[in-house]
């Protein structure tokens, strides 16, 4: 037997699979919409519902893992943010309208560093106009000027679905390790 018809058994099995995978697909072309049974838009709906509900509970206990890991003792808002302010500072609260300077450092919920004010400098904004995540403004918002906490954003309150296109994964949760260093 030569070495070119052992390498063909090799494949033998593999290239009948697709084979039939194919003539299967090729033979259920033919159907129209009619002939196919469709979901209705309500099941449809009430599926997706269902499979958004076991992405949620499935990242809340990946959040309440990564806590007891660490043995932090967070608190939690009723938008599922939830943050532990491990230094206080003796400045003024936070406010919507304020400018906000923050030193920060980004981490995914597996620990890699994302995104750092050591890397790009402190992150100045205005708190209430947008343009940062809404947990990491939510958060803002529960501290005073000199405090440091840590945030942990779950994905509908950090970048969601889609990422952030560059390090941050689709619907990855973020920990943000923030300073308040000034309120204007």
């Given at each position: 037997m030569s070495i070119k018809n052992k390498s063909i058994g090799k494949f033998h099995y593999p290239l009948m699979f697709v084979g039939l995978l194919l003539a299967f697909l090729f033979s259920s072309c033919g159907e129209?919409?009619?002939?196919?049974e469709l979901p209705d838009s309500e099941t449809l709906k009430e599926?997706?519902?269902?499979?958004?509900?076991?992405?949620?509970s499935t990242e809340d206990q990946e959040i309440r893992d990564f806590v007891e890991r660490y043995g932090w003792e967070v608190k939690e808002t009723g938008s599922g943010l939830r943050y532990y302010i491990y230094h206080e500072g003796d400045g003024p609260p936070a406010k919507t309208g304020n400018i906000a300077s923050i030193d920060y450092s980004?981490?995914?919920?597996?620990?890699?560093r994302v995104y750092s004010s050591e890397e790009e400098g402190p992150r100045e904004f205005e708190i209430?106009?947008?343009?940062?995540?809404?947990?990491?403004?939510e958060g803002i918002l529960l501290?005073?000027?000199g405090d440091k906490a840590k945030f942990i954003l779950p994905s509908h309150l950090a970048h969601g679905v889609p990422g952030d296109g560059v390090k941050i994964p689709k619907r990855a949760t973020i920990v943000y390790d923030v300073e308040l260093l000034e309120l204007k």
């Open positions: 129209t919409a009619q002939e196919r599926t997706l519902a269902e499979t958004n509900k076991l992405l949620l980004i981490h995914l919920i597996t620990g890699d209430g106009k947008g343009g940062v995540e809404s947990g990491l403004e501290l005073r000027q």
